[in-house]
């Protein structure tokens, strides 16, 4: 009839019945559920420092993770979306490439053999 579980329904019949009104309820499980998923990743004070000097001598994120030269608790793509959301504040725009994913003039080549002439 609703397409939901018994044990569901009677869980906000539970809490109707307590005296509160359907919106507490909806406010309620939305502030559990933003307590749900995985959380953003944290780097420590070293790796900052070191990731912001290598930065600043125009590496890039791939160099920074690829060369290895100290352990940082993240991969690549992490990294490069932690520029481009700006976290730690980071700047996508100090990056050799300001957050472009391909220089100019760059045309994709793959999957265009039928639009050739």
Same mark, same amino acid.
Request: no cysteine.
């Given at each position: 009839m609703i397409n939901r579980c018994a044990e569901?329904?009677?869980r906000v019949y539970r /809490?109707?019945?307590t005296g509160a009104? *359907? $919106? +507490?309820? %909806? +406010?309620?499980?939305?502030? &559990?559920k933003q307590r749900c998923g995985r959380k953003r990743t944290q780097l420590s004070l070293a790796e900052l420092t /070191? *990731? &912001? +000097?290598?930065? $600043? %001598?125009?590496?890039?994120? +791939?160099?920074? *993770?690829? #060369? $290895?030269e100290r352990p940082i608790s993240c991969n690549r793509r992490t990294l490069y #979306?932690?520029?481009e959301r700006g976290q730690f504040g980071f700047d996508v725009r100090s990056l050799p490439m300001r957050g472009k994913r391909h220089p100019n003039g760059y045309v994709e080549r793959r999957g265009k053999a039928g639009q050739l002439g």
């Open positions: 569901t329904v009677y /809490y109707l019945e009104s *359907i $919106a +507490d309820y %909806q +406010d309620h499980y939305m502030r &559990n /070191y *990731i &912001n +000097d290598k930065i $600043a %001598q125009g590496w890039t994120p +791939d160099t920074i *993770i690829g #060369r $290895a #979306r932690m520029f």
